[in-house]
């Protein structure tokens, strides 16, 4: 094992370690479960601030006149976003549109983060004395969990809010055979088809993310400058596609989640 | 990579946004495109209204035309009827008037000529006495005398 090669290793290392904050009665008591990520929580909330912030502007601004060409770009958006939600949710809950709208436009910058050259702000952060920082928050399963978990949330208390407890336990006890005899079969599976929804929405985009993060990493290793260039633009290019189209399936899949959490089947 | 605090952290930055979106967001643009549509619809129909009743106006222009015109030549008609008519009256009086006109200037040449006649009976009366004087004065022939007057009387008589 060279020395180059262990330099490699501890190249990516670095990339992919959290900022790690704790406090030592959190650390006490957590243990390693007691520390906060400081990248995640600082990029995710500047971004969604951002988002938020231009919204707001734009929704304070927006007129029902003739639009001004950022507010055509923002309506645009909304509508896109309520064209899906129309035509996949067809209960009438104003919470979903909205929800929609931040998940897709904050995904959508925190993906976006992919595209800034890897080296850039871990280098000048380091210059700074921050050891470590990952600019993609989507890259962090603790960002993606969270949101798919409070997706999930959502998806259990509209069940029971639509439907009754009853109604969803019996749901959850008839599917997928509609025998109540075969329940010690249906909870299982139902169960298991219940918990995959948030598991598999964190660990798509986390996943989709973390392998295009890694992918960037590995590249910036190369030696030779033009590789860089050779390799780094198309797989920018291909990136752009992908971060727009993890935004549009987890905006997709939440949307098409709480309209099951909705109807009764 | 492990999962930690982190998690809770972003459940509530995450709820953060959401709530902040859909009180203070969406709302808002969702209105103005509302508000944009229903504007849009009303101009659409305003401009169907407009449509239709520029339709209904030309119909009615082009009606209004057609009893123009055919008024218009009803007038023409009757102005020309008139006018023959007044035409025809004219020539009648007119005639009327030469007729009338000639009747005076015959009864004037009546006159006239009677008028010539009893002069000229008097001026043929003097000659006759003076021719009688004369042959008076020459001859006292009574049966030439009377033949004489007689012959003259008969050429007055006839020349009439």
Same mark, same amino acid.
């Given at each position: 094992?060279?020395?180059?090669?262990?330099?490699?290793?501890?190249?990516? %290392?670095?990339?992919?370690? !959290?900022?790690?904050?704790? %406090?030592?009665?959190?650390?006490?008591?957590?243990?390693?479960?007691? @520390?906060? !990520?400081?990248?995640?929580?600082?990029?995710?909330?500047?971004?969604?601030?951002?988002?938020?912030?231009?919204?707001? @502007?734009?929704?304070?601004?927006?007129?029902?006149?003739?639009?001004?060409?950022?507010?055509? @770009?923002?309506?645009?958006?909304?509508?896109?976003?309520?064209?899906?939600?129309?035509?996949?949710?067809?209960?009438?809950?104003?919470?979903?549109?909205?929800?929609?709208?931040?998940?897709?436009?904050?995904?959508?910058?925190? !993906?976006?983060?992919?595209?800034?050259?890897?080296?850039?702000?871990?280098?000048?952060?380091?210059?700074?004395?921050?050891?470590?920082?990952?600019?993609?928050?989507?890259?962090?399963?603790?960002?993606?969990?969270?949101?798919?978990?409070?997706?999930?949330?959502?998806?259990?208390?509209?069940?029971?809010?639509?439907?009754?407890?009853?109604?969803?336990?019996?749901?959850?006890?008839?599917?997928?055979?509609?025998?109540?005899?075969?329940?010690?079969?249906?909870?299982?599976?139902?169960?298991?088809?219940?918990?995959?929804?948030?598991?598999?929405?964190?660990?798509?985009?986390?996943? !989709?993310?973390?392998?295009?993060? @890694?992918?960037?990493?590995?590249?910036?290793?190369?030696?030779?400058?033009?590789?860089?260039?050779?390799?780094?633009?198309?797989?920018?290019?291909?990136?752009?596609?992908?971060?727009?189209?993890?935004?549009?399936?987890?905006?997709?899949?939440?949307?098409?989640?709480?309209?099951?959490?909705?109807?009764? %089947? | 990579?492990?999962?930690? /605090? *982190?998690?809770?952290?972003?459940?509530? *930055?995450?709820?953060?946004?959401?709530?902040? *979106?859909?009180?203070?967001?969406?709302?808002?643009?969702?209105?103005? /495109?509302?508000?944009?549509?229903?504007?849009?619809?009303?101009?659409?129909?305003?401009?169907?209204?407009?449509?239709?009743? /520029?339709?209904?106006?030309?119909?009615?222009?082009?009606?209004?035309?057609?009893?123009?015109?055919?008024?218009?030549?009803? &007038?023409?008609?009757?102005?020309?009827?008139?006018?023959?008519?007044?035409?025809?009256?004219?020539?009648?009086?007119?005639?009327?008037?030469?007729?009338?006109?000639?009747? &005076?200037?015959?009864?004037?040449?009546?006159?006239?000529?009677?008028?010539?006649?009893?002069?000229?009976?008097?001026?043929?009366?003097?000659?006759? &006495?003076?021719?009688?004087?004369?042959? /008076?004065?020459?001859?006292?022939?009574?049966? &030439?005398?009377?033949?004489?007057?007689?012959?003259?009387?008969?050429?007055?008589?006839?020349?009439?």
């Amino acid at each position: 094992m060279s020395s180059e090669a262990q330099d490699s290793t501890q190249y990516v %290392h670095h990339h992919l370690t !959290n900022m790690p904050w704790s %406090h030592p009665f959190l650390q006490q008591k957590l243990g390693a479960f007691g @520390v906060l !990520n400081l990248d995640t929580l600082v990029v995710s909330f500047i971004l969604g601030s951002l988002f938020s912030i231009f919204f707001y @502007v734009m929704a304070r601004r927006a007129t029902s006149g003739v639009p001004s060409k950022l507010q055509s @770009v923002v309506e645009i958006l909304f509508e896109f976003v309520q064209k899906q939600v129309k035509d996949t949710f067809h209960g009438s809950n104003p919470l979903i549109a909205p929800l929609a709208l931040t998940i897709f436009v904050w995904i959508f910058l925190m !993906n976006l983060m992919d595209l800034i050259p890897v080296d850039l702000f871990p280098t000048v952060l380091h210059s700074v004395g921050v050891p470590y920082w990952r600019m993609v928050p989507t890259t962090d399963l603790n960002l993606t969990f969270a949101m798919s978990l409070s997706v999930f949330g959502l998806i259990l208390y509209y069940n029971v809010k639509e439907k009754g407890f009853l109604g969803f336990a019996k749901e959850l006890i008839l599917h997928p055979f509609p025998s109540v005899w075969l329940a010690p079969i249906n909870l299982p599976l139902s169960i298991v088809h219940e918990l995959a929804k948030p598991v598999s929405l964190a660990l798509r985009l986390f996943g !989709n993310l973390f392998a295009g993060e @890694v992918i960037f990493v590995l590249i910036a290793l190369f030696p030779i400058w033009w590789l860089q260039w050779i390799l780094g633009l198309p797989w920018a290019i291909f990136h752009i596609l992908i971060i727009l189209i993890q935004s549009f399936i987890f905006m997709t899949l939440t949307v098409v989640y709480l309209s099951l959490a909705h109807e009764a %089947h | 990579m492990d999962l930690n /605090l *982190t998690l809770f952290g972003q459940i509530i *930055t995450f709820a953060l946004f959401v709530w902040f *979106t859909k009180h203070f967001v969406w709302p808002l643009i969702i209105k103005a /495109l509302n508000d944009r549509e229903a504007k849009i619809a009303d101009g659409l129909a305003a401009a169907e209204r407009g449509h239709h009743e /520029l339709g209904l106006s030309q119909d009615r222009a082009t009606e209004l035309l057609r009893e123009a015109k055919t008024k218009a030549m009803d &007038v023409v008609d009757q102005a020309h009827k008139q006018a023959t008519h007044i035409l025809e009256e004219a020539r009648l009086e007119a005639r009327g008037l030469c007729e009338r006109m000639l009747k &005076v200037a015959e009864e004037d040449i009546v006159q006239a000529k009677n008028a010539a006649k009893i002069s000229l009976q008097q001026d043929l009366g003097h000659m006759v &006495v003076r021719g009688a004087e004369s042959i /008076l004065k020459q001859t006292m022939d009574a049966k &030439v005398n009377d033949r004489m007057i007689a012959d003259m009387i008969a050429e007055v008589s006839f020349s009439e």
